[in-house]
């Protein structure tokens, strides 16, 4: 079944994001190296060649790019439209937003969720509907460093292929009310 499973999940890849990413890329879309582009991602297909990856990247699931606002299409009979950079070295969380004529300068992380309508300066950790500012990304490694040192670490015999019930009863037990961490 673990066969049949991995088998069907690396054919829906193939048909729902590396195909597609290539058809983009075709069209403009501009991608750098070495990037982590998760499942789900949404590419503002009318104007994908404004959008611009830079290398080291990772976009998490569900990410939207959007180069376009047709807020006033019905009133004004035109429709804002805009660049959109990711620099190097970024993360992106799953089911960020990004709008026109943004850029996401390097080594910048995006919080899930996040609806960015502004510029993200370097090395800055931003959140929230609009994003704001939450720290710098050195502070945020920090701190999850200082988390690490007092919390739960599991290594990979629990992750999905290899996890047993009596280790997803323990990491129950463990994970609550706090955050762990998995190497």
Known sequence: MK???FLKSRFRKYLNDEHWLKDYIQMGLKVGENCNIQPGLVIDHSNCWLIQ???NVTIAPQVYLLAHDASTKSK???TKIGKIIIEDNCF????????PNVTVC????IASGSIVTKNVKKNTVVGGNPAKVIC???DYFENQKKLIEVS???????SLDNIT???KIQMNKELTNKIGFRY
Do not use: F, H, W
């Not at 992106?92 to 709008?99: K, N, V, Y």
């Open 76 to 78: 004004l009979g035109c």
């Open 3 to 5: 066969i049949v499973n």
């Open 152 to 158: 739960p670490k599991y290594d990979q015999t629990y």
């Open 106 to 109: 390097e080594n910048s992380i």
């Open 165 to 167: 019930t009596d280790k």
């Open 53 to 55: 990856i830079g290398n």
């Open 92 to 99: 992106i969380g799953a089911r960020a937003l990004i709008m």
């Open 136 to 138: 710098s990304v050195d």
